[in-house]
């Protein structure tokens, strides 16, 4: 039996991993997006709800998780952050898994898991392609963001894997600090090479 090449899609804050994973969506590669799994469950009606405000009290409501309670119950803490995981994680990983089954017979996969170094995982794909742009690029579109302040900024990347790191120990790297025409052109590339490779026997 065989499976899909999965590839492990990651990368710092305001690196362009989103794009980059709608660029593969629009070849028709399927896209898991870890993020979004995590909104889902934590949304209105979400299944992870009930589990979330009986370790954190206060902390959701009809609307689903009370994102500023749930992070001040959690910010600074690594013991709260540490349940607050136990409690997610798991979850992921097993909307991960129906993912892979639902698409069981597609050349290739993307997982993409923004704290892929950050948190593990990277014994769970065949291939890991790090997103990356210079330094003066990724600050000039974080402090773009709305609420965004360069004190939370570097308090977010001092919680990540620095990406030089990153670039070290991913097989492939997409560059999105060139023209965005440029940065397609690439993936179209690796997604031609990868998918030289196919299906591959199961983890």
């Known amino acids: 039996m065989t499976r899909p090449l999965i590839i492990g899609l990651t990368g710092s ?12 969506r629009a070849h028709g590669v399927p896209v898991f997006d870890a993020d979004a799994a995590v909104r889902a469950m934590q949304g209105r009606g979400g299944e992870l709800l009930a589990a979330i405000e009986a370790a954190f009290p206060g902390s959701t409501d009809a609307g689903g998780v009370r994102r500023a309670e749930l992070g001040a119950q959690v ?10 995981e136990a409690i997610v994680h798991p979850a992921v990983a097993a909307r991960r898994q129906t993912f892979l089954i639902e698409h069981g017979h597609a050349p290739m996969l993307v997982f993409d898991i923004p704290l892929l170094f950050e948190k593990g995982g990277a014994d769970q794909v065949d291939r890991i392609v790090v997103v990356s742009a210079p330094g003066d690029v990724q600050r000039q579109r974080v402090l773009a963001r709305p609420g965004m302040t360069a004190e939370k900024f570097a308090e977010i990347l001092a919680l990540q894997t620095p990406d030089a790191n990153k670039r070290a120990a991913a097989d492939h790297v997409i560059d999105t600090g060139q023209p965005l025409a440029a940065t397609r052109r690439d993936v179209a590339a690796l997604i031609a090479e990868l998918g030289a490779q196919r299906m591959l026997p199961p983890l």
Do not use: C, Q, W, Y
């Open 75 to 84: 910010f600074a803490d690594p013991a709260a952050l540490a349940r607050l």
């Open 13 to 24: 804050i305001g690196m362009g991993k989103s794009t980059v994973a709608e660029m593969f």
